[in-house]
């Protein structure tokens, strides 16, 4: 499954963005997705997820209650809305895929920045 993922841009500090995650290739609504984010001089950490089905979706504590992540499987894509925003959510964000039965992302995006200002 090809992955591309758009949204990003700059923002101030308590404004909002939607991220999307579109999909080819592959039967989308196979997978499981995951956003990632990695900011200059940090290591990739795990933002968001969403199961095959939409019907479980998972938060890194540092963007809960502030992020929401859905999927429609009609137009492959998943979304990623991000509210409330902080300078230190300032990164390129990364969507990823896996098949339910295997525990590592195997197929990534090429990546948005955010840019939050302060």
């Known amino acids: 499954v090809q992955l591309q993922a758009s949204g990003g841009g700059l923002v101030q500090a308590g404004g909002s963005l939607r991220l999307s995650c579109t999909a080819s290739?592959?039967?989308?609504?196979?997978?499981?997705i995951a956003w990632f984010r990695q900011a200059p001089g940090r290591e990739r950490e795990f933002v968001s997820s969403?199961?095959?089905?939409?019907?479980?979706?998972y938060y890194a504590d540092s963007v809960k209650g502030r992020f929401t992540i859905s999927r429609d499987n009609a137009k492959n894509t998943v979304y990623l809305q991000m509210n409330s925003l902080k300078p230190e959510d300032t990164a390129v964000y990364y969507c990823?895929?896996?098949?339910?039965?295997?525990?590592?992302?195997?197929?990534w995006g090429q990546g948005t920045l955010v840019t939050v200002s302060s």
């Open positions: 990823a895929a896996r098949l339910p039965e295997v525990t590592k992302y195997d197929y």
């Open positions: 290739g592959r039967t989308f609504s196979n997978y499981h």
């Open positions: 969403v199961t095959w089905t939409g019907g479980r979706t």
